[in-house]
């Protein structure tokens, strides 16, 4: 209201402030504390759920989500890759591939035979235009599961794009960009499969 | 309803002030980040619109609580914190206990801190009224606020993509899979409908509409302003 009020005992201002952000500090801290271990289970029941829709259920025998190991990707970042291994061959991997969306990062997991066929992409995270963006989603459109089946030479390499850079995917009505950056993610995760195919497949 | 208690409070008035009279979005023009952002179908305006509800319900409620503590120098981040806080606990909770709607409402939550309606509401009703009417406030301001985005959704949805409420048993559970319906032929949308510019025109036509409802009506039509009381 008036400089007086300021300027004549600000103390109790900067106290009730205080006393504000502490209080709701607190809550916060306390409710973080109560969800954080059942956040922390529903992400890992997330990664399970994934891994089991990119690699299916009759191609292995182990635990997916224990059964990891880490190599090195192309930009020198370590990738995680879940191996599925039935009667002690790996039957099939599923690790997670990233491309550059509308609005940021578009996480995706993916699941790739022995051979280098892709058995299944599925978005993970991503923050996408609601509606336009996120048909990448199962859920919402079957666009994303066109790509089963396909490997590093089905379509060709200079095809393993949209149909607007002259590819063979379809792109959406009204987004390019986002199956634009899913398509690279994929045909990058896929070179990546054949950079450390005998890594990947071969059993300790 | 509660006639005997207007000598105090209108309930009522709270209640059409925030579905009509002076509608967050259509009176005040308020909220216009959210409303633009998320109204390109009309799920996303209903998600959107339920989940800034709830917080705009429990930001009132503890700021009339706590009124006779803010001094008028510090109110401003004090109302701020509270809105975060409220935000943040609810996208915690939802995370961790509601994690199916989670995914879904997920995206629209953190967009709740963006949003001006929920502060000037506090500062406009909360900051002065006791916690019963501004529970009220903040809950109706939220109905009001949750109506008109689902219009402006649906507008553009119908324009741009030919469906009505798409998607919506996601959001509300399997059992609402008859709200979705395809009214036009695939492909036959206008896409600029669902882009930004179709947000601003779908929200200049309706607000267009409502005041020629009003005036039909015989209402006077005036700029309410985010501090006028209700």
Redesign the interface.
């Known amino acids: 209201?008036t400089t007086d009020?300021?300027t004549g005992r600000p103390h109790?201002?900067?106290l009730?402030?205080g006393g504000?952000?502490l209080g709701?500090g607190l809550?916060?801290a306390l409710?973080?504390m109560?969800?954080s271990d059942?956040?922390r289970q529903?992400a890992d029941?997330d990664k399970q759920n994934s891994l089991s829709q990119v690699i299916p259920p009759g191609l292995h025998d182990n635990n997916l989500v224990a059964d990891a190991v880490t190599v090195g990707g192309a930009d020198g970042k370590p990738v995680t890759v879940y191996r599925a291994t039935k009667a002690q061959r790996v039957t099939a991997v599923a690790y997670e591939i990233a491309g550059s969306g509308y609005a940021g990062e578009v996480k995706l997991m993916l699941g790739v035979d022995a051979e280098g066929r892709i058995l299944g992409v599925r978005a993970i995270a991503h923050?996408e235009?609601?509606?336009?963006g996120d048909k990448i989603e199962p859920?919402?459109t079957d666009w994303i599961t066109r790509f089963t089946g396909r490997s590093l030479g089905d379509p060709p390499a200079d095809k393993w794009k949209v149909k607007k850079d002259g590819g063979v995917f379809d792109q959406f009505?009204?987004a390019t960009i986002t199956p634009r950056g899913v398509v690279g993610a994929i045909r990058g995760g896929l070179e990546f499969f054949a950079a450390h195919k005998a890594q990947l497949v071969e059993v300790q | 309803m509660a006639a005997e208690e207007t000598a105090t409070t209108d309930y009522g008035r709270i209640v059409r002030d925030g579905l009509w009279d002076n509608n967050g979005v259509f009176c005040m023009i308020l909220g216009m980040c959210p409303t633009m952002a998320m109204t390109t179908s009309a799920t996303n305006g209903l998600g959107m619109g339920l989940a800034t509800a709830v917080v705009m319900a429990a930001s009132s409620l503890l700021v009339a609580t706590f009124r006779g503590w803010i001094t008028q120098e510090v109110r401003i981040p004090v109302y701020i914190l509270i809105v975060a806080a409220m935000v943040t606990l609810v996208d915690l909770v939802m995370n961790a206990w509601m994690h199916e709607l989670y995914k879904v409402l997920g995206l629209f939550i953190p967009l709740i801190v963006s949003n001006c309606l929920p502060l000037a509401r506090l500062e406009a009703f909360a900051a002065r009224e006791p916690v019963l009417p501004s529970l009220l406030d903040g809950l109706f301001m939220g109905i009001g606020f949750t109506l008109s985005l689902t219009v402006i959704g649906a507008v553009r949805e119908i324009i741009g993509s030919g469906t009505l409420f798409a998607d919506a048993s996601l959001l509300l559970g399997p059992a609402f899979k008859f709200m979705e319906l395809r009214v036009l032929p695939a492909d036959t949308g206008i896409l600029m409908a669902v882009l930004p510019p179709g947000g601003f025109l779908a929200t200049g036509m309706l607000l267009a509409g409502k005041r020629l409802l009003d005036l039909r009506a015989g209402k006077a039509i005036a700029m309410a302003g985010a501090h006028s009381v209700g």
Do not use: Q
């Open positions: 209201m009020a300021v109790i201002h900067a009730i402030l504000f952000c709701f809550l916060l409710t973080y109560v969800t059942a956040i529903r029941d923050k235009t609601p509606g336009l859920a919402k009505s009204g």
